[in-house]
């Protein structure tokens, strides 16, 4: 009996450290996610004091998300494969070191020509530390239940840090300076860069080659495509150098696949994309984040320059989303039990679509409950809904030697997703016009229409996740 008790205390102290060590590995890991995804809303609030305080034009303005969200897509895939050689634990510290960096170089920033540099070498940072957090995490967590669990959180991360981002944004620029936004991230990566060694255990490297000519061809393709899409708002569609851009970033991506067909170790598998479940979560991921991108981006113009709300008010106007994101997002794992991934994943992505297409009716003089909150609180709902099933989908069923690939992909869509759909909606936003319009309504008209299109946005991304995820296993299980 004695015996027993002992070999029970052990077990039990063993399956206590190691449950301590999983969530302190798991709260790593978010907790760098999250300065990821903070730095792309807390920017978003801080935009009209940053165009005033270094002088940026309307269309530029989105270049200050644009050069993060590209830099940072473009190279992740790269990242994920230099993670996969010398080790993901490894490369998780220099990226947030150089994150942290970078960060601070932003900060400091008193140009346009220095903020955007310092948002490229943000980009560089994340594309190196993004894919090796939701590496170490599949590493770290079985497949099952536990690793459904830390999924869920990490897809949930997605939403609450973008939606934390507007509320905390709004504080730092109206008390303080939108600088702060960006020195916040300093103490915090260099705690996790001292927590790192300490509880991550480093993975197998495994030996290869990197794929630089699919890193450049993809990151410069992505990049000349918005450049072009961007330019046409002010240049035209019939601007040489928009034309000369959009040529250029087509021919780029075609030669990107050819590579990556050809390459014997390409930084993005076209085995991959065998999966329709997988394929169609990255689709549906691009679209959904170009549909959020557009959403978060206006609905800060409008509340600042229609509304004329402060920054801190125009951040706590989106307290009801962040609210209804974060209650739902936590309860992904139990609803996923309940309903299953993609039918979760489907009603969170129509839940979206009804709170965007109500947005998009806004009028200069609308009530902010019955115009903004509420539509608000239904696309809260969906973001929550919808962001952890779609990471679950695109890392679904890969082998352990294509775990860095994938998660750089789901990156990638997450990304390049935001980068593209923005540059199209700002195109789309400068386009619309009304005659006998004052200022204040013809902002307001532009809005509108953009948040239309980002509802057509979304009803694709639907349709995308019934044909390739819902059917799909539907189909399997006959």
Wanted: glycine fraction near 10%.
């Amino acid at each position: 009996m004695a015996e027993n008790n002992i070999e029970s205390y052990h077990f039990n102290k063993q399956g206590s450290k190691t449950r301590s060590k999983q969530t302190a590995v798991l709260f790593i890991i978010l907790i760098s996610y999250l300065i990821i995804v903070l730095d792309i809303s807390i920017v978003i609030t801080a935009l009209p004091e940053m165009q005033i305080d270094l002088g940026f034009s309307a269309t530029g303005l989105s270049w200050i998300q644009n050069a993060y969200t590209l830099t940072f897509g473009g190279l992740l895939l790269l990242g994920a494969r230099i993670g996969d050689i010398l080790g993901r634990r490894r490369m998780f510290i220099i990226g947030i070191g150089l994150f942290g960096i970078a960060s601070l170089t932003v900060g400091l920033s008193q140009s346009v020509t220095w903020i955007i540099a310092g948002r490229v070498l943000q980009g560089i940072g994340a594309a190196i530390l993004a894919p090796s957090t939701l590496a170490l995490l599949t590493a770290n967590f079985a497949e099952g239940q536990e690793r459904t669990r830390a999924v869920a959180y990490y897809g949930a991360i997605a939403g609450i840090g973008a939606s934390l981002g507007f509320v905390l944004g709004g504080i730092l620029t109206d008390w303080i300076s939108w600088r702060v936004g960006f020195f916040i991230n300093i103490p915090i990566g260099a705690a996790m860069m001292i927590a790192a060694p300490r509880y991550l255990t480093e993975t197998d490297h495994i030996p290869g080659k990197f794929d630089l000519v699919g890193a450049i061809s993809s990151t410069l393709g992505m990049t000349a495509l918005v450049y072009g899409i961007v330019r046409s708002a002010t240049a035209g569609w019939d601007d040489a150098l928009t034309v000369e851009a959009l040529v250029a970033g087509i021919l780029l991506l075609a030669l990107f696949i050819i590579n990556e067909w050809r390459a014997t170790q390409p930084i993005m598998p076209l085995r991959l994309f065998k999966s329709r479940q997988r394929t169609g979560a990255y689709l549906a991921r691009i679209l959904f984040l170009g549909a959020m991108m557009g959403f978060w981006f206006f609905i800060t113009q409008f509340l600042q320059s229609v509304r004329e709300y402060s920054p801190l008010e125009a951040g706590l106007a989106f307290l009801p989303m962040t609210a209804t994101n974060f209650i739902i997002a936590v309860n992904v794992p139990k609803f996923t039990r309940r309903y299953g991934n993609a039918r979760l994943l489907a009603g969170g992505l129509i839940i979206t679509l009804i709170g965007m297409a109500w947005l998009s009716r806004l009028s200069a003089d609308i009530s902010y409950f019955a115009g903004v909150a509420l539509p608000m609180i239904l696309i809260g709902i969906g973001q929550g809904a919808s962001l952890g099933p779609l990471t679950a989908s695109g890392i679904a069923g890969v082998d352990p030697e294509d775990a860095g690939a994938a998660s750089g992909l789901v990156n990638v869509a997450h990304q390049l997703g935001g980068s593209l759909g923005l540059g199209i909606l700002v195109t789309i936003y400068a386009a619309a016009s009304s005659i006998n319009l004052s200022e204040r309504d013809l902002l307001t008209h532009r809005i509108s229409t953009a948040l239309t299109a980002s509802t057509v946005m979304l009803a694709l991304a639907f349709i995308i996740v019934v044909l390739m995820i819902v059917w799909t296993g539907k189909r399997s299980k006959v």
